[in-house]
């Protein structure tokens, strides 16, 4: 064959089986029971983004009640309990029961397919982990039948999702629905944990011939630094968990104050975890803007050693923050100084980021796809996210800051206007390789700039009653404040997001059925996954794919200029 | 689709967010605005912030517009198909932002810690009032070790001029849960955390009231847990303090005839002598006079109850700590730490069901009469 005569895409020819896989028709059962007892990483893949955009539903509606409630002062659309419940779950919900199994689905179903490989390193692993975090999700939920909360209200957790000591202790919380809380994340830990060894082990043991480490396209490389970040941070988590129910029911005093446990001790291990795990939420957001960004650029990643850099000191140095969450707590000032150095410098690796995004874009021909809209929002979002970021890490601006409405702009700003962002374009970029149909792009318009819209008219008025001190969690306040117009602003863009994430459920669903065939390469993109066809068959390449360079597709389709040249 | 999609809108959004912060600024009249500072450590962390706002304006109007004039001038044109040049990168350029955010990096720590430190290490001057701020779920205690006296939610702090400076250092501590003490003019926030004693000060410039609350979810009622600050002139100050300290003693004596119980006043009454008989028994034993609603009956239902397991009332058997003492609750603007004004008919509807103020918060309704209630209201509005 021709390829001969192309050494660089000599390898990939052999694995071009662009024949879309038909999975066999059964009876409903058959297919249901194939879903259950799949190890295939592209099914398991899918099943954790299914699981997580039901959860987000759930978490949506969360939401916009606690945006009713708050749309004026004084309101009594839920009791003071409900309310607590409500943003409790929508905290946890949203960071575990999203964020992580969506991130992880994406990892799931395209890192083996980026790096050629047939499936994870450790398939089973990969079901069993699905399941016991699905598992925790639904125990999570269940609390709403079984538990009962603070002052024996009854259902569900009511602490925060950061669950200070000694709220959580059998004192004060004298229900299970902390029991419930406890262990759901517990299991879902242990889900987190599998993956991520299953993701370490299938980056740097799966890889097809040629494909190197610095190779390695930059989605695996981020979901590697991930899932080190969730190795490291997750265990922390897993082990104060085991502490509170060791005080909840056998007599402990970790974190029980009253027998002279320690309620900083709880939030020093709780930010051990929680502050990388906002790295571990954020990283794939720009695994996925590394792959979107240039595509649509029509050029390579401006600096890719550059961005593996940056992306694993990221991961560093963000184990070395977590007391930033704490500056109110009462550390000495020498603690203090230290995170707040140690927080800003996290601006560095992540402004080369920033920067090397822009330069990619420079000297492109952009084309503005709904994956792309979505990015470019992204980029700009992410930079009022780092900004707001850096002001919360001047400790002594921070006293004022702290748990105020000023920082739950702020995360959102990253969670949302980064993380769900990226995660809606990776929707609309790869849906066409996980389902043979193109996403309607009419709808994803629409869905685009309401979204926008929503996202700014609720995450940009958050930030200033927090400036005029409304603190977090509060479920009602004052008229006097100067609040109320604001909050009213914030509730409105609110339902706007509601109602574009509806037109998106009703995209995926429409276009799963009616969509426009999407063939193998849609985007004209460089990466492996694009070389086999939509859906892809079960065991991806029909043979070994070999590359030369980082964007194999890129050699096949230029043999003229092919990449391999260069590096 | 290809026509501008993205091109207006983030200077749209910048002069927005421009606009609205001029807003938020010219209305740092309100109460709670952390750009109206009165006291010198808001004042440095409000100096600090529009120092960090200015660096971070820029920095967002530098990236933001070269992504804009990158999204604009390198948009695809129609029916070109050709790919653009494909540059790898650039060592130079990809050293420069490196380097340029460590210089900025640099200048904003050196400015963060020069605030950080004067504020949390200034040394505590000889003319310094003590006080010890204890959180409760859902309420504010105050002490003053150098007075004696013990207040709840209204906290009142001397003016503290450059003349006659009278800094207040507040030892923070809670009795149950994590709190946060958090009055944005006086300053920025600092936790009470049970086992712990944290510390912070202030020196307000100006009298007046100010307003804050708990800034950490403490439970239900975290909402309403709120917080005045009375700044008085020192004169006004140590009337003040002399009227709950000075009350103290008179009361003890006043009410000493009062007391039904012959053990009133002393320390040690933990369990209310009368605890079962407490519904309409003081009815019982005499006639009318003894029912009506007046102070000394209602004083008689009050010790008859749990009331003094939890309130303390100088001068008399109730001795309770885990509710707010009420010694000199008539010298209070406010009830259940700033959920309702303080009326007689508050007041009365407050003890008769503290839940309907504050559904979730610990005192319980005692399902006394209307007219036991009424009682206890007259006693409690004695408490001057």
């Not at chain 1, 117009?485 to 009616?514: C, W």
């Not at chain 2, 200048?107 to 290490?121: E, H, K, Y």
């Amino acid at each position: 064959m021709d390829g001969q005569s192309m050494p660089a895409a000599q390898g990939i020819e052999g694995a071009l089986d662009r024949t879309p896989a038909h999975s066999a028709r059964g009876t409903y059962l058959e297919v249901v029971h194939s879903w259950i007892v799949t190890v295939d990483h592209k099914k398991l893949g899918i099943l954790y983004i299914a699981y997580a955009l039901v959860f987000l539903l759930v978490a949506g509606v969360e939401a916009m009640l606690i945006r009713i409630q708050l749309i004026r002062p004084h309101n009594d659309f839920v009791s003071p309990f409900t309310f607590n419940r409500l943003f409790t779950m929508h905290g946890t919900t949203m960071v575990f029961l999203v964020g992580m199994p969506i991130l992880f689905g994406f990892g799931n179903y395209l890192v083996p397919l980026m790096i050629g490989a047939r499936d994870m390193a450790f398939p089973r692993l990969n079901a069993f982990s699905f399941w016991i975090a699905a598992f925790g999700g639904l125990l999570l939920y269940y609390s709403f039948i079984g538990g009962v909360g603070l002052a024996g209200t009854g259902s569900a957790p009511d602490v925060a999702w950061f669950a200070y000591a000694p709220l959580t202790e059998k004192a004060f919380s004298p229900g299970h629905t902390v029991d419930y809380w406890a262990v759901a994340l517990l299991a879902s830990g242990i889900g987190s944990i599998g993956t991520a060894i299953n993701i370490l082990a299938t980056v740097f043991c799966m890889r097809c011939k040629g494909m190197t480490l610095l190779r390695i396209p930059l989605l695996p490389w981020l979901y590697a630094t991930t899932s080190f970040l969730v190795l490291v941070a997750v265990s922390p988590l897993t082990a104060c968990q085991a502490m509170l129910l060791i005080d909840r029911y056998l007599g402990g005093h970790f974190f029980d104050t009253q027998a002279g446990g320690s309620a900083i001790l709880w939030a020093h291990f709780f930010w051990i975890f929680g502050h990388p795990e906002v790295y571990v939420l954020v990283l794939p957001a720009f695994a996925f803007a590394n792959e979107i960004i240039p595509v649509f650029s029509r050029k390579a990643i401006f600096g890719y050693p550059a961005m593996v850099a940056a992306s694993v000191g990221i991961g560093f140095i963000s184990l070395g923050v977590w007391a930033h969450h704490m500056f109110t707590i009462g550390l000495t000032s020498f603690g203090n100084a230290f995170f707040t150095l140690s927080t800003m410098l996290v601006s560095i690796p992540t402004g080369i980021k920033t920067f090397n995004w822009l330069a990619t874009l420079w000297g492109g021909k952009i084309r503005f796809e709904t994956p792309m809209l979505f990015s470019v929002a992204f980029l700009f979002q992410w930079v009022i996210a780092g900004l707001t970021g850096i002001m919360l890490s001047v400790s002594a601006w921070n006293w004022q800051l702290h748990n105020s409405y000023f920082v739950v702009a702020h995360f959102h700003y990253v969670l949302v206007g980064a993380i769900v962002f990226m995660i809606f374009a990776a929707l609309y970029y790869w849906y066409p390789k996980m389902t043979g149909r193109m996403l309607d792009e009419r709808l994803g318009k629409w869905h685009f700039w309401l979204m926008v819209i929503g996202f700014h008219m609720t995450f940009d008025f958050m930030h200033f009653p927090g400036l005029l001190g409304m603190p977090r969690q509060i479920y009602t306040y004052e008229p006097d404040r100067g609040w109320n117009t604001l909050n009213f602003i914030v509730s409105i863009g609110g339902f706007i997001q509601a109602i574009a994430i509806l037109i998106f459920v009703y995209n995926l669903v429409h276009s799963y059925f009616r969509g426009e065939e999407a063939g193998p390469d849609p985007w004209d993109a460089w990466t492996l996954e694009w070389a086999t066809s939509s859906p892809p068959p079960s065991y991806n390449f029909a043979t070994d794919p070999q590359v030369a360079s980082r964007r194999p597709l890129w050699d096949l389709k230029h043999p003229e200029d092919p990449d391999s040249a260069f590096e | 689709m290809r026509s501008r999609p993205k091109s207006s809108s983030p200077l749209c959004r910048f002069s927005a967010a421009v606009f609205a912060f001029c807003a938020t600024c010219a209305h740092a009249s309100l109460p709670t605005s952390i750009f109206a500072p009165h006291s010198t450590p808001a004042s440095e962390e409000n100096k600090l912030s529009y120092f960090v706002l200015a660096i971070s304006a820029l920095i967002f109007l530098g990236v933001s517009s070269l992504l804009v004039y990158a999204l604009l001038r390198y948009r695809a044109r129609p029916n070109d198909d050709t790919e653009p040049p494909q540059v790898f990168g650039s060592l130079q350029i990809e050293l420069s932002w490196t380097i340029i955010p460590i210089l900025i990096i640099v200048v904003l720590f050196l400015g963060t810690a020069r605030v950080l430190f004067s504020v949390q290490d200034a040394p505590k001057p000889p003319s310094a009032l003590d006080v010890v701020v204890i959180g409760h779920q859902f309420w504010w205690e105050f002490r003053y070790p150098q007075y004696n006296v013990v207040a709840a939610n209204e906290l009142h702090l001397p003016v503290s001029t450059r003349s006659a400076p009278r800094p207040a250092y507040m030892k923070l501590t809670s009795a149950d849960v994590v709190h946060s003490f958090w009055v944005p003019q006086l300053g920025g926030k600092t936790d009470l955390l049970p086992n712990r004693v944290n510390e912070m000060w202030t020196d307000p410039q100006q009298t007046g009231m100010y307003v804050g609350q708990c800034a950490q979810f403490c439970g239900p009622q975290h909402a309403k847990m709120l917080l005045r600050v009375y700044v008085d002139t020192p004169e006004d100050f140590q009337k003040w303090i002399s009227g709950q300290q000075r009350m103290q003693a008179e009361l003890g004596q006043a009410r000493a005839s009062l007391v039904s119980q012959p053990d009133a006043g002393s320390s040690n009454p933990a369990v209310p002598p009368h605890a079962p008989a407490t519904h309409a028994a003081p009815a019982a034993q005499s006639g009318d006079a003894s029912d009506a609603i007046d102070a000394r009956n209602g004083q008689l239902v009050f010790e008859q109850q749990a009331c003094i397991n939890c309130h303390t009332i100088n001068g008399t058997i109730a001795n309770g700590r885990y509710g707010p003492d009420l010694t000199h609750l008539m010298s209070r603007a406010t009830l259940a730490a700033g959920a309702a004004e303080n009326t007689p008919g508050n007041l009365q509807a407050w003890i008769a069901d503290p839940s309907a103020f504050k559904p979730g918060c610990l005192m319980p309704a005692m399902h006394l009469s209307d007219r036991q209630n009424a009682q206890i209201t007259a006693y409690l509005l004695t408490l001057k």
